[in-house]
Each structure stands twice: as C-alpha cells, then as structure tokens.
T-cell receptor, first 112, second 113 residues
Framework: SQQGEEDPQALSIQEGENATMNCSYK?????LQWYRQNSGRGLVHLIL?????REKHSGRLRVTLDTSKKSSSLLITASRAADTASYFC????????????FGKGTKLSVIP | DTGVSQDPRHKITKRGQNVTFRCDPI?????LYWYRQTLGQGPEFLTY????????KSRLLSDRFSAERPKGSFSTLEIQRTEQGDSAMYLC???????????FGPGTRLTVL
C-alpha cells in the first residue's frame, strides 16, 4: 500500500523558477527520503532526512520535515530542463521494517 | 564499482510462462530489496534480504513469486505462471545501512502478453 501522497501530482514551470513538491504520510517514521525518476528509468536517491531533523540541504535541493503534521516538502531552486522527472517521497518506518514505502509521485516538467 | 545492475532490462513473455530476473547489488552492500512499479504509480515493496536471509515479504508476493539470494550476493526473482497483471517494472535496490539510503538498479520491464 502507498503511504505517502505527493502534491501536486503534476507541476509545470519555466526554467529558472523554483519548484516545490509536498508529501504527506500516515504513520510514524524513522526517516523520509526523496527520489527522482526519469521516464522509464531507475530511481536516483536525492536526500534523506531523519525524524529528528527539520531541514536539510543538498546543492539546489532543500527538504523540510514536520513530523507533527506528518508532512515533508522538497524545494528545487533555479530549476533546469534536466530536472524534468518524477519525484517520489518514501518513508522508512523503522522498528524492524526497513522497506521504503512510496507515494505516487509528482511529475515535474521544466520548460526551457 | 558501477552500481546495482539488473538483467534482463526487458522481458516479453506469454501468459503462463515462468520468468526469472537477476539483480547484482553494489558489492559491499549486504541488504537487497525488490520492488514492483506499475505505470503512474510509485514502487511497491516486494521483499528484503539481509545477506542470504529473507527478512521481509510483502503480501503482494503471492505464491507464484519466489526470491532467493543464495550466497548473500546476487539475487533472483522468479514469477511462475505469469499473468497479465504481472506486467510492471521490477526494481532492485541495495543498501549498506539498515533503513538508510537504497541504491536502485535500472529495473527489468516485464510485459506479459
């Protein structure tokens, strides 16, 4: 079953703009991870944020986590055409379960 | 090291046939995962190995599905008596840390006619 729900389902922006994607989940987590998937390809890990962290940065990416609201956001700044992909959040429950539980993803299109 | 590899990349089979997929994880990773992804959906967990031990199995893994990791290195996923509903991308991932970052292979796309 899917745990996370990404919002929006699709997002279209101009190159250079910022893109924000949101993720909500249902149960308590050990950590939350964001992945990118280009069409028909495997997933690429972007960033992992632990349940005791509130914000993490990696290059043009900023991830926030609000465990009280069971939500996370991914911000991509100064977007590029190469950022066009589907973005998924995935949670790890911990406590003996280490599978990733994915949402349905946000399809981002960056127009040159 | 070149990352997680999967073979074959594409498989077309007729309903009722058996298929087997192979996954080679990153060499120092002792944890290996299988996921299935259908069009427009996120990946769904199938099963997890730590070394050669299969520690988690999803309810999605019906009796027709079996996975092995005999020597704690590569893994195989077999689907017996394939059905059209088995058509999907089968993804393998590996990690070195329990609950940490998982590194995904390119996937095997299965089409059942």
């Amino acid at each position: 079953s899917q745990q996370g729900e990404e919002d929006p389902q699709a997002l279209s922006i101009q190159e250079g703009e910022n893109a924000t994607m949101n993720c909500s989940y249902k149960t308590s987590i050990n950590n939350l991870q964001w992945y990118r998937q280009n069409s028909g390809r495997g997933l690429v890990h972007l960033i992992l944020i632990r349940s005791n962290e509130r914000e993490k940065h990696s290059g043009r990416l900023r991830v926030t986590l609000d465990t009280s609201k069971k939500s996370s956001s991914l911000l991509i700044t100064a977007s590029r055409a190469a950022d066009t992909a589907s973005y998924f959040c995935a949670t790890v429950a911990g406590a003996g379960s280490y599978q990733l539980t994915f949402g349905k993803g946000t399809k981002l299109s960056v127009i040159p | 090291d070149t990352g997680v590899s999967q073979d074959p990349r594409h498989k077309i089979t007729k309903r009722g046939q058996n298929v087997t997929f192979r996954c080679d994880p990153i060499s120092e990773h002792n944890r290996l995962y299988w996921y299935r992804q259908t069009l427009g959906q996120g990946p769904e967990f199938l099963t997890y190995f730590q070394n050669e031990a299969q520690l988690e199995k999803s309810r999605l893994l019906s009796d027709r599905f079996s996975a092995e990791r005999p020597k704690g290195s590569f893994s195989t996923l077999e689907i017996q008596r394939t059905e059209q509903g088995d058509s999907a991308m089968y993804l393998c991932a590996s990690s070195s840390v329990q609950g940490g970052t998982q590194y995904f292979g390119p996937g095997t796309r299965l089409t059942v006619l």
